[in-house]
């Protein structure tokens, strides 16, 4: 197998397809812990880095509330419903009803997706999938929360710098082109176990919509979103991503590009990259984050990178989660 410079014992992406039978394309078999995924690119040396990223002591909360999204892009999630009681006159507690984990700020854990040609991550048979197992679970991030150096592209910023803004109404699907000319424009390289957020602007301008616009926005199907490309999945694998964020409402865009490579892989998702990510490599996604402050800030220092931690729900066997996601730069 090929590998790529400094990627210790993982092989590049190109490796991967050379696995045989079930495991081609695959980080199946790879990581010291199983079931916790891409995430494990992230070596104590690589937090430990990550301290530099700190230079103005300023904090960011990367969520939107739980209830930003209502009405939302999803059909199903709806917001919760959030009720304050009292025992007596000193005491108060409350509790939500009808709390989509994934309605707001997400991850999305690694049993969230099942590749239609080869099923779970690691191979992980279907009937364990089920509410009382953990297998594949969204406590593993939870138990042991993800933190480590992440990087921040501003796609939204380089295409209003170009003169041509993303184009959020059509739901425009932004290629591996772009992410590149970002980094270019930013002068940002990544490192091994780096967390990547794209910031595209979608979700401050779907949140800006009147409720009846949000309605139609729904009802069309189309949101902005990363292009669905081989490109971009073995991109990602290559640069040893740990997790892909964005503040969109997919990650990729929807519906999938007519020409998607996973429209024979992928026929239950429509062609979406998900299956790729999630179920084959084993890297978790991050949904409608909160970005537009943090790139802003960024943009203002000229520092494009950040101290981040992201902490799941303790849910054990959850698919995805809040993010719970925090930035200190």
């Not at 991967?16 to 995924?37: A, I, N, V």
């Not at 892009?73 to 709806?78: C, D, F, Q």
Request: charged share 20%.
């Amino acid at each position: 197998m090929t590998r790529l410079p400094g990627a210790g014992a993982y092989p590049s992406f190109e490796g991967l397809l050379e696995r045989k039978g079930r495991l081609s394309g695959t980080s199946w078999g790879l990581f010291p812990e199983p079931d916790r995924g891409a995430p494990s690119f992230i070596s104590p040396d690589a937090v430990l880095a990550a301290r530099n990223c700190i230079r103005t002591g300023t904090v960011f909360g990367l969520d939107y509330p739980a209830d930003a999204f209502d009405p939302g892009m999803s059909v199903k999630r709806s917001a919760p419903r959030h009720t304050i009681y009292s025992s007596h006159p000193a005491h108060r507690d409350d509790y939500l009803d009808g709390y989509f984990l994934q309605g707001s700020t997400q991850v999305d854990g690694l049993r969230h997706r099942r590749a239609d040609d080869v099923g779970f991550y690691n191979a992980t048979p279907d009937d364990r999938i089920r509410v009382g197992t953990p297998d594949l679970g969204i406590q593993e991030w939870a138990d042991k929360p993800i933190i480590g150096r992440a990087v921040l592209l501003d796609l939204d910023g380089r295409r209003k710098d170009l003169g041509e803004p993303i184009d959020h109404a059509a739901g425009e699907p932004l290629g591996l082109d772009l992410i590149q000319a970002a980094m270019a424009a930013q002068s940002v390289s990544l490192r091994p176990g780096d967390i990547l957020m794209l910031h595209t602007g979608w979700c401050e301008w779907f949140l800006a919509l009147t409720p009846e616009e949000k309605q139609r926005t729904r009802d069309s199907r189309r949101a902005t979103g990363i292009s669905q490309s081989k490109d971009f999945v073995a991109w990602a694998w290559d640069h040893r991503i740990a997790l892909l964020a964005a503040d969109n409402f997919a990650f990729e865009c929807l519906p999938a590009v007519p020409g998607s490579p996973f429209l024979a892989s992928a026929p239950n998702d429509g062609g979406m990259m998900h299956q790729q990510l999630l179920a084959k490599l084993g890297m978790p996604l991050g949904e409608l984050w909160r970005l537009g402050p943090l790139s802003r800030h960024m943009k203002a220092t000229g520092h494009w990178d950040a101290l981040v931690s992201i902490k799941p729900l303790y849910v054990t066997g959850g698919t995805g989660s809040p993010a719970n996601a925090t930035a200190v730069t």
